[in-house]
């Protein structure tokens, strides 16, 4: 049974929004987490449960969400749009965003790392370009890895959909294979497989050309949810094994989270990544689908606004995050007011601003 093409699927909407409002805390997090690269961070790492659940547990699954929604939107968008016009509409909506960022919020944010962390003493236009010379210094597309990521996965998908669609009956076999008893299990054991074998020698920076492990596992999402897309049985498989996916979500979280922090057996810190993230992304599908496939005004300005809070978010929270930490005051303070005030900024900015000129509405998807 393949998805309806008339009815719009709104705990999709409600997934992504709700990943795209979580990138504000998780950022902020992890400037007192150090668990990544090119943030503004606190002078040491803190120990806090509370910065290792933000961290550590959102960086298991919800990028790996985003891929997963986004493969079964490519369907969805494929079977409406010719080839063509599916490519043309990716390029404006996900390499243009990424040149403007690269050009602009970028190097601003890269500038206020470059005097909190490495000392830089210079003005803005001093320190530009610096920013294009060392790019793996400075994470050079920083945020906007997804976009890219997810562009290049839609160059991908186009052979690979004439493929499926030549071998129809075979896909379908596959697809119904996966829907029967336990099989919805069997991905994630490859998952589990891809990173055992890739994690520990690629832990991630998001720069593609050498982030296999990204690369692979997060196409490997991205065709899930194609093949998702493609019939609705495998989201009944899913909803069917939810409280087993509960389960093992969160026992591998529990394992991967004690191993990683303890810097025991990477693989074995891997192999539970997978387990846990591969669970996760089929529980919170389940649960969107049963409690929140429906539409809102609430759901109908957040999806307007989202992809701008994607492209705006960084640079707003980059500069709370360097006045705060220099004022002194407790982290718990410190992120709770970047958090808040990243939030309450950017919409003051929607407002005022981005709604208001047609490069920048472009640049940040929204539709008026």
Known sequence: MTMRQNKREYYLDWIRVIVVLLLVPFHTAVSFSHIGKGYIYSAEPVDSFFYVFLSDFLNLWFMRMLFFISGMASFMALKRRTEKEFIVDRVKRLLLPILFVLLTIGPCSAYLLAVNH???????????????????????????????????????????????????????????????????????????????????????YQSFWGDWANVIVYFSFYLLGYSAGRDTCLIVAIHKKRIPFLAIAVLSTVIHIVFKRFYIQSHISSIFWGSGAYSWVMFFLSLFRQHANKDSKVLQYLSRSSFSLYVFHYLILSLFNFILLRTGLNHYIVWSLTTLGTYGFFFLLYKSVLKKFRVLRFVGGIKV
């Open 118 to 204: 490495y000392g830089f003493i210079g003005n803005f236009l001093q320190f530009y370009p610096n920013f294009f010379i060392e790019p793996k210094k400075y994470l050079f597309w920083g945020h906007m890895w997804f976009c890219l990521y997810l562009l290049v996965y839609s160059f991908l998908i186009i052979p690979l959909h004439h493929l499926f669609e030549q071998r129809n009956n075979y896909i379908g076999k596959f697809i119904w294979f996966l829907s029967r008893g336990n099989h919805i299990l069997l991905p994630m054991f490859f998952i589990m497989l891809l990173e055992a074998l890739l994690r520990p020698y690629f832990p991630g």
